[in-house]
Nanobody
Framework: QVQLVESGGGLVQAGGSLRLSCAAS????????MGWFRQAPGKERDFVAA????????YYSNSVKGRFTISRDNAKNTVYLQMNSLKPEDTAVYYC????????????????WGQGTQVTVSS
């Protein structure tokens, strides 16, 4: 069992930056591939970024590529999402998720989810 707790969300102006953190419980964090997803009001949950267990491989949605960076620190059981050049359309609840199998864009491939953190970007 893995428990995930996101933090770092908030209100920021367009063009600004935020760094989200996702802290994982348990001693097996380094065995999991991790992902970030987001869900805006009235919309489906969308893939944002993913990273494999070692941190060597990363994946991004086209909408955030070049602006967001996913990283992890296995010694701290934490995955990060650095978000730069934020836009109003980035406004959403951001969720981190853990997968035992693969770093994937597909939400159903993830086994554990956090409770989410709100990111609001004002224009």
């Amino acid at each position: 069992q893995v428990q995930l707790v996101e933090s770092g969300g908030g209100l920021v102006q367009a063009g600004g930056s935020l760094r989200l953190s996702c802290a994982a419980s348990g001693r097996t964090f380094s065995r999991y591939d991790m992902g970030w997803f987001r869900q805006a009001p009235g919309k489906e949950r969308d893939f944002v970024a993913a990273i494999n267990w070692s941190g060597v491989s990363t994946y991004y949605s086209n909408s955030v590529k070049g602006r967001f960076t996913i990283s992890r620190d296995n010694a701290k059981n934490t995955v990060y999402l650095q978000m730069n050049s934020l836009k109003p359309e980035d406004t959403a609840v951001y969720y981190c998720a853990a997968s035992r199998l693969t770093a994937t864009t597909l939400g159903y491939e993830y086994d554990y989810w956090g409770q989410g953190t709100q990111v609001t970007v004002s224009s």
